[in-house]
């Protein structure tokens, strides 16, 4: 029996289905991919091929579980630029129907960025477009969890009470989960490096959403000081978290429990690095 999920956001790089030997590769037991271009709005469309690969590697990696999709970097779910927000409604539209055929659970997407709206009013615009994609979905699988941000620029989802304000909006609460970000949470001003600062974090969580709705952690590293609101990623124990933050948030019984991906600067060396680190702190906790 595996005793923890975790992995890596694993390149696609000649055929969907190969992202299944990479992350056995590394020692994956879950793992993160783009389905298409992540920063273009073209999409193409799976082909019966793709999707048959994908499922027979599915098979044939079947203790590699779950696979997480990522949304592109392009959508904003916030903008009141008309073609933009219709634009990001589509491409959540499309990434629901590939996760559908492709049979993945989770979909992870930026909630967005207000630019010169009002919170409230981007808050609204982001649980409406949410909406209109699940509405125009024939995908009643997947979960879309909103990513905790770093608050960098004018980002919404970098405190949770905006998370639960989308939750509440929407038609659609019981598609829609929570996808934490180590990084984000550290760069956005929430203390989860320290015992404390974690365990009023996760009370936190529990009040306003339920931690039921926490489905994925993205186990990042920051490059950059605690509430900077500044979103730079780096690798395990080497940043402002810090080894002894990391063995407190691995130590955490809510946390450990999650699949986890781990979204580090590329480089197998490294990858293979982080890993070690990450199984050796799950080990070594509680």
């Given at each position: 029996m595996i005793k923890y999920r975790v992995g890596f956001h694993i390149s696609?790089?000649?055929?969907?289905?190969?992202?299944?030997?990479?992350?056995?590769?590394?020692?994956?037991t879950t793992f993160q991919i783009f389905t298409t271009n992540p920063r273009s709005w073209t999409q193409r469309q799976l082909t019966p091929e793709d999707i048959q690969l994908f499922k027979n590697a599915k098979k044939s990696y079947s203790d590699i579980s779950p696979v997480i999709s990522h949304i592109s970097y392009l959508p904003n779910f916030a903008s009141k630029d008309e073609r933009l927000y219709r634009l990001s409604?589509?491409?959540?539209?499309?990434?629901?129907?590939?996760?559908?055929?492709?049979?993945?659970?989770?979909?992870?997407v930026h909630p967005g960025k207000a630019k010169d709206l009002s919170e409230d009013l981007a808050i609204e615009r982001i649980a409406k477009a949410l909406d209109m994609a699940f509405s125009a979905s024939e995908n009643s699988l997947t979960v879309v969890l909103l990513e905790t941000m770093a608050g960098q620029g004018t980002e919404i989802g970098y405190k949770i009470e905006q998370l639960a304000r989308i939750i509440e909006l929407s038609s659609f609460k019981d598609r829609i989960g929570i996808c934490l970000d180590t990084a984000h949470l550290f760069q956005a001003g929430y203390p989860i490096h320290k015992k404390k600062g974690l365990d009023e974090f996760v009370a936190k969580v529990h009040e306003l959403i339920g931690w039921e709705r926490v489905k994925v952690l993205h186990l990042n590293d920051s490059k950059t000081e605690f509430g900077s609101m500044v979103d730079r990623h780096w690798h395990i124990g080497f940043g402002k978290i810090g080894i002894d933050g990391f063995k407190v948030i691995l130590s955490h019984p809510n946390i450990r429990k999650l699949p986890i991906i781990m979204e580090t600067p590329w480089g197998e060396n490294w990858d293979i690095k982080n890993m070690k680190t990450v199984i050796k702190l799950l080990n070594q906790s509680p």
């Open positions: 696609v790089s000649g055929g969907l289905f190969k992202s299944f030997e990479r992350a056995f590769r590394l020692g994956c409604i589509e491409a959540l539209v499309l990434e629901l129907k590939r996760c559908s055929l492709l049979e993945i659970p989770y979909l992870v």
